[in-house]
């Protein structure tokens, strides 16, 4: 039996959707998600093993993975991903706030079609669709109550939130899941031989030995740290003013000096795995120098309000007063107001009570979603800070009406030229996630979602 260690341990109800890698990483051991994201953006099949589109990309029509049977025995139906999707579109996110996804399909019908499959009907074209459908992991609540019976390679035998689960596949392959919260206590449960594999170990608050008697994994996550920056008044309503804080950060000597060198640099919006990035965009320069001058373009007061949690992103303290200590060489004067509510601080930048700048974390995998909720001024989702931008809504517009992947590809990547030259945020890093196992388990890997890949 293979034993593994992760922060959290639950199955979340099924109209409740997570970018945590805990729970990815049991979703994608117990459940399919209707399509599988991949690097790059694109999506493959999986429980949707195929679909077909008309030439504008208003209709598509998926088809279910033939003989898909739920965990019980119940085949999974096109009325099983209906229901689901409704149950999500009607749904809150864990901040009680409402999911962007009812916005996405505001207009879209989805319905049950022949050969069991779900049509979807949009008036406008839809091929983000796929990148939506990659972030739904079909599932069905048991006699319990639980959400926790899928389609996946493994079911559930035994499951104790919080604490453990035990997961067995057809084949005879067994799981055992052990919950432990701090990073140091599941580094302590692999050298003990408690555990053969430990998950987020860059959370680890100490610094990472990488001890040779142990396999390390690296992958640089598509999670992306940055700081809103207020777009509607103050200092950053000014274009200027929103590039010169790029030009007076060294990312490298942050991610060098607060997270051991594992890290990359933020170039724009989203990281180098997401759609549009296939051709790579240079991080913005460090050049403190060009900073001041555009600051002293920009005119604008220089105080500054930087608001700050305490965690979400991993280090959010230590990260502002290093961003509060740059600002201040090129002549600003920062004031940091710390939220101890981590729930509250992101009730509170839904808001746009962010002062003039606030960390932040953004997970979406999709390019469209980042756009779509935080960069738009047509949309003005609830992340949206103020950022309204004629060339980059020209971009966005040309992208959301492309259909075949190339095209997409080659529109959004205009989107995240323009928004590395102009940008509405302060763009920092994408963290690296870190696996340790047993020395022989050469076939565990972790993917650039953060998620434990297990062959």
Known sequence: MLT??????????????????????????????????????????ALFSRWTHDDAGRRWRFFIRPEAQFHDGEPC???HIVDFIAGILNSTDMF?????????????????APDNSVLVDNPEPLADILDI?????????????????????YRVEEFQRSASATLASDTGNRILVRCEPRAEGRYALLKSGDVDAALNLERMHGTIDFDPRWRWVRALNTLSVMYYLNCREGLFASPEARLAVNHAVDRTRLIETLFQGLGAPAATIVSPFHLGMAEPIAPIAYDPDRARRL?????????????TPLFMPERAPGISAFVAEA????????TIETET???????????????????????????????????????QGVWWQGHDDAETERHIAAANHAVADDDRERAYAACLRRLNAAPPWLYLMHPTDILATRPDLSRLTIDHKGTLVIP
């Not at 729930?343 to 003039?356: C, H, L, N, S």
Request: glycine share 8%; net charge positive.
């Open 4 to 45: 593994i260690a992760l922060e959290k341990l639950a199955f979340f109800p099924a109209n409740r959707v997570t970018d945590d890698t805990s729970i990815l990483t049991l979703k994608n051991l117990v459940f399919e998600p209707l399509l599988r994201w991949q690097p790059g953006g694109r999506v493959a099949p």
């Open 77 to 79: 139906r096109s009325q």
């Open 96 to 112: 009680g706030m409402k999911w962007s996804y009812a916005r996405y399909l505001a207009q879209a019908k989805i319905s049950v």
């Open 133 to 153: 459908f990659s972030e739904f992991y079909i599932c069905r609540e048991n006699a319990a109550g639980e959400a926790v019976l899928g389609t996946g390679p």
């Open 295 to 307: 600051l002293d373009h920009a005119g604008g007061p220089a105080d500054v309000t930087l608001r």
């Open 327 to 334: 600002l201040g060489r090129v002549g600003l004067s920062v």
């Open 341 to 379: 509510d981590r729930p509250e601080y992101a009730r509170q930048v839904g808001r746009k009570e962010i002062g003039d700048m606030a960390i932040f974390d953004s997970s979406p995998q999709s390019t469209y979603r980042v756009l779509n909720d935080k960069i738009s001024s047509v949309t």
